[in-house]
């Protein structure tokens, strides 16, 4: 900038300088940890984090601290968990008018009185048809239900009531209500976080340099905010320290009790807020981690529920069954319990038994693992010390029963030394206890197991949902995929991936197919590859690709995936209903095309945990971690700019300096922000906001349309046909259409937006409402016009649809039979964008060699590939399978075009069928690896006694030479 004599620029050191200063003031700290197991690592702590939250203005506004009470389920506060099972005194205890100069604070669980001078207890505020409202008791002689009042009704609180000397005792109630006190004016709120752990390389380079990850995001924003970079918060990570070391620390700032600091910027003065736990989205080992399970390794493999057991259990109808369906939940209590009794049964020495416990239960903590391992040859090496050095022991004439008693007593003895000893671990934490403290005389949590089990309001076994990404795509999805493509030659390879090249992917919001890639690299394919499979593949698998079981499946699968991907669910009841047949369907089909897979892939088995996790926390999309997945690039980015002396403080650093908002300067007691200059740049920059990962929701409204002629591009001024009505038509012109544009001169646009926000542009399907009839139709625009004297009117452009109707057809998916009818719709009357199919099957599409130039480095080479040549026919499916816009398509058609249909109609017994089959093949698969076992044992045995023979003939010639 000098170089270029820009004035005023100051030098690097000042600069540095006062980014320093501004560090300091905004006072994120990176705290320093050391874990049970000794290993060190830094943290940017949530609650500093949230604080930063509410002071900055772009998401302080977006904070929602109630739960709500609505019909279309979008966001955590809507689900069960949040509205249903969260504790009262666990949400947010006050609620104030904010618009009133007065803003009295009113409290749950204390006296209030309504402005009809009713006296009511308000028990937890809720949002209710986009209003506060709060849920109270009346003041009545006796009414255990609870009343829905608009908060705007409350007129005085119990401080008002207690001045005006109004005075009853309530049993069972603390009146004034304690955080109160605590607040001293100030409001107080209640925060639900979302934290996420994973194994991530910090590396760019394709070396995996592992490290563990925690990162959270705001539980209390919107889903459409917390899915973008800017929202997602680091905390920790450690090459060396587990991911339940790190949420140890974590957890300091979680709990009923635990009250933090921060500047609300939208109400201007300091507020005090609780943070909790809401939900543990990640993969399935890190769930079965996070809540002390084995995962698939043990015979209770579910971090659910006690479903599995031995393989034979699992191959009786009983258990075999039982794999379909949720089963007895686990609990935090009994997996505590478990964990004890491992370690009390390390003390012994006998690692066998704590192994028998973690197989038989399916209960394994890391952390109680780190005191096990020490435990069980601690023990062995006290009981022989002591058994050498125990004088009974040596008498020779202590023998039989009476030796082993004694031997018995010595090691009860020991092992209650070492429970003892391990209590007393971590030395160091064990000594800043309380003396009188009942924590000194137990294992804590944190300490000796997993302190997710014991943080209130969570529950690591159901509030650990199955993830879409994990399960779905690179589980069952990736399942399908393999059994599709195994069986296929060279021929079959390129014939679907021609087809998946000419699919459409108008209204499926996807970048690009790279069919021949996705054929190619068939093994590595990622998630995104998988999430094109699920949508399209089951269009191309005609003629002899697949089997009728397996096209079934894929049938199957795209209908669940569907389902899975909605955003909002209107109708819970029906949604949860349709769910539950679609999983029922792909695990019922899996059973008819391999019964035995689902002894061996939990990721079947998780599936039928999905309509309760929906139920608790909402649609699936909700808790995907896919948001996450994306935010590890800029991790790794931060990662090499560190010289790994001490990566996890480098990293934390590094990243506690990219947020702000309001702060107070050091030695002051004002609140400030940037200049407004800087603020408005950043509102108005998109560039600064893209590389910040921020996107701001799209301007444009429901209607408006976007001209060619206002198009940045130059070509779109080629593009644009400008002139009379007839002119513009062209083809489609028809006396019909002259009653709307005829006389006036138009020109053309690029799209239009939909009641839904999709841009709508020329050749694309759509579902509009008639303005004849009030009927929702489907239907394709061929041109989109505005008048020339009506430019900024976007209520005057026209869009000129063909109609299309629907039918059922045995793809289970509604086929578009044209109309010869041209309709003109007004914008404001179009619904959303749909993806359709040709039916290339029945219309005998066929593949043409050198159908198309390859484009390579944006420029039409003279190499040629084989390309689909549709048919002429006018045959299309609607896509029940894309997942954009999946909800409003099922809510737009009739029932009986998209309600999925149980594959078997009694479930039970063909699953007993499929039973009997893996009673037949599962054993005698057993004992062909048992016997392939004890032959590889010999061999090695063989080989060992070899090599033994050869070095002593080695040794004896080299003695005979000497």
């Known amino acids: 900038m000098r170089e270029c004599r820009t004035p005023d620029v100051p030098t690097f050191t000042a600069l540095r300088k006062k980014q320093a200063e501004l560090t300091k003031d905004v006072n994120i700290q990176t705290v320093r940890h050391t874990s049970a197991m000794s290993n060190e690592f830094y943290m940017n702590h949530p609650a500093q984090l949230l604080a930063l939250d509410w002071a900055n203005p772009l998401v302080r506004k977006f904070i929602q601290v109630y739960p709500e009470v609505t019909d279309k389920i979008s966001e955590l506060n809507h689900a069960d968990k949040w509205l249903k099972e969260v504790d009262f005194d666990d949400l947010s205890p006050m609620w104030a008018d904010w618009k009133s100069t007065a803003h009295k604070h009113f409290y749950i669980k204390e006296l209030a009185q309504l402005k009809n001078s009713d006296f009511v207890i308000p028990m937890r505020w809720i949002i209710f048809n986009k209003e506060e409202y709060a849920e109270m008791d009346r003041f009545v002689i006796h009414d255990d239900n609870l009343v829905r009042v608009q908060a705007m ?61 925690v990162c959270m995001v705001n539980g209390s924003l919107p889903h459409r905010k917390v899915t973008q970079e800017y929202f997602v918060r680091f ?73 599995g057991g031995t393989a034979a259990h699992r191959e009786t109808n009983e258990g075999y069954c039982a794999l379909f369906k949720p089963g007895v ?61 125990d004088p009974r022991l040596k008498n020779r004439d202590l023998k039989g029963n009476d030796r082993k008693a004694v031997k018995a007593r010595i090691k009860d003895l020991i092992q209650w030394e070492l429970y003892n000893w391990v209590i007393r671990q971590p030395e160091a934490r064990w000594s800043k206890l309380p003396r009188h403290s009942a924590e000194r005389y137990r294992l804590r949590p944190g300490d000796h197991y997993n302190i997710l089990l014991n943080v209130r309001g969570l529950d690591p076994h159901q509030d650990s949902p199955c993830e879409i990404l994990h399960s779905i795509l690179l589980g069952d999805t990736k399942y399908i995929w393999h059994a599709t493509n195994s069986p296929w030659n060279k021929i079959k390879e390129d014939q679907f991936a021609i087809r998946l090249q000419s699919s459409s992917t108008d209204g499926l919001n996807l970048t690009s197919l790279c069919g021949r890639y996705m054929v190619r690299d068939k093994n590595s394919l990622i998630g995104k590859h998988f999430k094109v499979l699920q949508q399209l593949g089951a269009f191309h ?61 939990y990721k079947l088995h998780v599936l039928s945990h999905l309509p309760d996790d929906v139920r608790g926390f909402g649609p699936a999309i909700l808790f995907a971690t896919e948001g996450f997945e994306g935010w590890n690039g800029v991790f790794r980015l931060c990662s090499i700019l560190s010289n790994h002396q001490a990566p996890s403080r480098d990293i934390g650093v590094t990243l506690a300096d990219m947020d702000g908002g309001w702060w107070k300067p050091h030695g002051s007691e004002d609140y400030i922000q940037a200049g407004h200059e800087i603020v408005h740049f950043l509102q108005s920059n998109k560039e600064l906001q893209r590389r910040l990962g921020w996107m701001d929701k799209l301007k444009m409204k429901a209607g408006q349309s976007a001209l060619h002629r206002s198009a940045i591009k130059l070509d779109s001024c080629r593009t644009a046909v400008s002139g009379p009505w007839r002119e513009v038509l062209a083809s489609l012109w028809s006396p019909e259409l002259d009653n709307h544009g005829a006389g006036k001169n138009w020109t053309s646009c690029k799209y239009v937006i939909s009641q839904a926000g999709d841009p709508c542009k020329k050749r ?22 505005i008048p020339m004297d009506a430019l900024t009117k976007h209520d005057q452009a026209l ?59 944006r420029h039409i080479t003279d190499r040629t590939q084989t390309v689909i040549q549709h048919a002429e026919t006018d045959s299309y499916f609607i896509n029940l399978h894309a997942l954009h816009n999946a909800h409003l398509l099922r809510d737009t058609l009739p029932r009986n075009l998209t309600a999925p249909v149980p594959y078997f109609k009694d479930h039970q017994q063909k699953r007993e069928e499929f039973a009997a089959l893996v009673r037949v093949s599962g054993p005698a698969k ?37």
């Open 329 to 389: 939940p686990r609990t935090p209590a009994e997996t505590i319990r478990v964990i004890k009794r491992q370690i009390w049964a390390a003390c012994t020495g006998v690692q066998d038994t704590v192994d028998e416990f973690q197989t038989s239960t399916g209960v394994k903590d890391k952390t109680a693992l780190f005191w096990i391992e020490q435990l069980t040859p601690k023990a062995r090496e006290v009981q022989k010390a002591r058994f050498r050095a």
């Open 153 to 213: 009704d409350l007129k005085y609180n119990y401080l008002d009531l207690k001045e005006a000397r109004v005075s009853f005792n309530f049993p069972g109630y603390m009146m004034p209500n304690p955080v109160r006190k605590l607040a001293k004016g100030r409001p107080v709120f209640s925060m639900r976080i979302v934290p996420w752990s994973d194994d991530v390389s910090g590396n760019v380079s394709k070396q995996f340099n592992p490290h563990m990850n």
């Open 764 to 785: 694309l399907w759509i579902f509009f409402k008639s303005q004849l009839t009030g009927t929702v139709l489907a239907g394709h625009i061929l041109n989109i016009v």
């Open 541 to 601: 698998l005609h003629d002899d690709l697949c089997g009728k079981k397996l096209f079934s499946l894929w049938k199957a699968a795209g209908e669940l995936g569907a389902l899975l991907w909605y955003s909002e669910i209107r109708n819970q009841e029906q949604y949860l209903a349709d769910l539950q047949t679609c999983i029922d369907n792909v695990l019922d089909i899996w059973g008819l095309i391999d019964p035995a897979r689902i002894l061996t892939k």
């Open 235 to 307: 905390c920790s990570t450690w090459p060396h320290a587990s991911s339940g070391e790190q949420f140890e620390a974590l957890v300091d700032d979680i709990g009923p009790e635990k009250y933090h600091d921060a500047y609300d910027c939208l109400l201007e003065q300091e507020i005090l807020f609780r943070i909790y736990v809401h939900v543990l989205p990640a993969d399935n080992p890190q769930q079965a981690e996070s809540a002390s399970t084995a995962g698939v390794h043990a015979n209770l493999w579910c971090r659910y529920d006690l479903a």
């Open 799 to 857: 869009v000129i649809v063909q109609r299309f109707n629907q039918a059922f057809h045995c793809m289970n998916m509604p086929v578009l039979s044209p109309s010869p009818e041209y309709v003109t719709v007004k914008p404001a009357d179009i619904l959303f964008i749909f993806n359709a199919q040709h039916d290339c099957n029945g219309s005998k599409c066929r593949s043409v060699a050198g159908g198309e130039n390859i484009i390579q480095e």
């Open 926 to 962: 057993r004992a062909a690896t048992a016997k392939k076992s004890k032959e590889t044992r010999e061999k090695k045995k063989q080989a060992k006694a070899s090599r033994e023979r050869d070095e002593e003939e080695t040794e004896d010639s080299d003695d005979v030479e000497n």
